[in-house]
T-cell receptor, first 109, second 113 residues
Framework: RKEVEQDPGPFNVPEGATVAFNCTYS??????FFWYRQDCRKEPKLLMSVYSSGNEDGRFTAQLNRASQYISLLIRDSKLSDSATYLC??????????FGPGTRLSVLP | NAGVTQTPKFQVLKTGQSMTLQCAQD?????MSWYRQDPGMGLRLIHY???????DQGEVPNGYNVSRSTTEDFPLRLLSAAPSQTSVYFCASSYGRDGNEQFFGPGTRLTVL
């Protein structure tokens, strides 16, 4: 079983739609969790950290369920500029970050 | 600040050649890492460093060497390139605290023929 799993997509949604991505991780000792965004042929950039109580940043909401070992990302009112690949990242300890393969999102006009 | 810079942006090598991928950061970050990204797979950690003079292996270290003589620079050396090393290579840096946000360079696209 892969350490971090994501549905690769693509998710094709119209502008204004709400879309949700899930990510599961296998190591229950994982310490911290993140969503990164990667545009085509560009480097990953941090979208948001994921906290146990859940957190929101504008149109983006992240949730963590430690008992079930999954992380979610909800995007409301999708914009064309949200089209990208979203990477789920889990930190085990120190610099030991494990990246999921990413979920590709295309927001259509 | 330039952030994290990488050179070259593109490189084509023949099997058996060696080369060094350069990475530099101007944010005074203690931690630096090298990843490779292949289609359909997440980024995989090659080597990392928690400070000048300290390096350690990641998930896929074979065929690569690193050194960290200064805080700013973290070069990655391919000793004898193989087609399996065709990939996109990203360098990243972060603040000293474990698990902090990583800042990535723009990547080097390497093809080994």
């Amino acid at each position: 079983r892969k350490e971090v799993e994501q549905d690769p997509g693509p998710f094709n949604v119209p502008e204004g739609a709400t879309v949700a991505f899930n990510c599961t991780y296998s190591n229950s000792a994982s310490q911290s969790f993140f969503w990164y965004r990667q545009d085509c042929r560009k480097e990953p950039k941090l979208l948001m950290s994921v906290y146990s109580s859940g957190n929101e940043d504008g149109r983006f909401t992240a949730q963590l369920n430690r008992a079930s070992q999954y992380i979610s990302l909800l995007i409301r009112d999708s914009k064309l500029s949200d089209s990208a690949t979203y990477l789920c990242v889990v930190n085990l300890y120190g610099q030991n970050f494990v990246f999921g393969p990413g979920t590709r999102l295309s927001v259509l006009p | 600040n330039a952030g994290v810079t990488q050179t070259p942006k593109f490189q084509v090598l023949k099997t058996g050649q060696s080369m060094t991928l350069q990475c530099a950061q101007d944010m005074n970050h203690e931690y630096m890492s090298w990843y490779r990204q292949d289609p359909g797979m997440g980024l995989r950690l090659i080597h990392y460093s928690v400070g000048a003079g300290i390096t350690d292996q990641g998930e896929v270290p074979n065929g690569y060497n690193v050194s960290r003589s200064t805080t700013e620079d973290f070069p990655l050396r391919l000793l004898s390139a193989a087609p399996s090393q065709t990939s996109v290579y990203f360098c990243a840096s972060s603040y000293g605290r474990d698990g902090n946000e990583q800042f990535f360079g723009p990547g080097t696209r390497l093809t080994v023929l």
